[in-house]
């Protein structure tokens, strides 16, 4: 099983402290590279659709565990981020599993959506297409409520922050069962694609759930 929760440990190798003497052009670069993580999540993700495995695969290939496979990167490191990984650098919520997974899934959805609305143009009601974009924004902001709960280690409210976001997901299904129907080409390609997403979300949560649970049942018998 993929790791998707335990980068937000104390014991981790990230430096947990806030630098102060960072600048606003040293954070601007910080958030430049995490968000390179979410294209790199989102590349390996499309690369590894296919496979049954994809979850576990990927977060092998961001590092999330103890051995990573080389893959062939599209893209070259160059110097200046050699000497960046070099550096010691702060933890934030944005080097969660969690939050790197959310915003590459989430963010595929809501970017394929207005593309594919677009391509449908009337013969979608704008209402219907908000319905959808709606529901999507609202599992992305839960997902990453709980990415903050779980960094607190207040694991209770990580599983209510989840439950919320299982709310939005089903209601996203339900839409894409709708947008189906009409058997309009645009939105049947989107659909297909996004459910594989969304069922991925909702598994990478169920098991983050499970682990938050297993973790209170733990403490509940130290007591």
Known sequence: MGNYEHDSDPNSD?????????????????????????AKYQSLYNKLIRS????????LYMGWQQRAPEIEDEETVDQEDVAYEADQQPYTIHKHPLFVSSKALHGWLL????????LAGEQLPAQHALSLQTALMESDQY???????LDLNDFALAIA???????S???AFALLAKFESLEIEPLNRYVSNARIRLFDIREIWLRVSSDCRTTIARGSDED
């Open 111 to 118: 970017e394929q959506w207005s593309r594919h609305i677009a």
């Open 143 to 149: 997902g990453l409520l709980a990415v903050t709960a």
């Open 52 to 59: 049954p495995n994809r979850l576990d695969e990927v977060a």
């Open 169 to 171: 997901i089903n209601k």
């Open 161 to 167: 922050y989840f439950k919320r976001g299982m709310v």
């Open 14 to 38: 990230w430096d947990d402290s806030c630098e102060s003497d960072w600048t606003e052009f040293n954070w601007e670069h910080y958030l430049q590279r995490e968000d390179k993580e979410i």
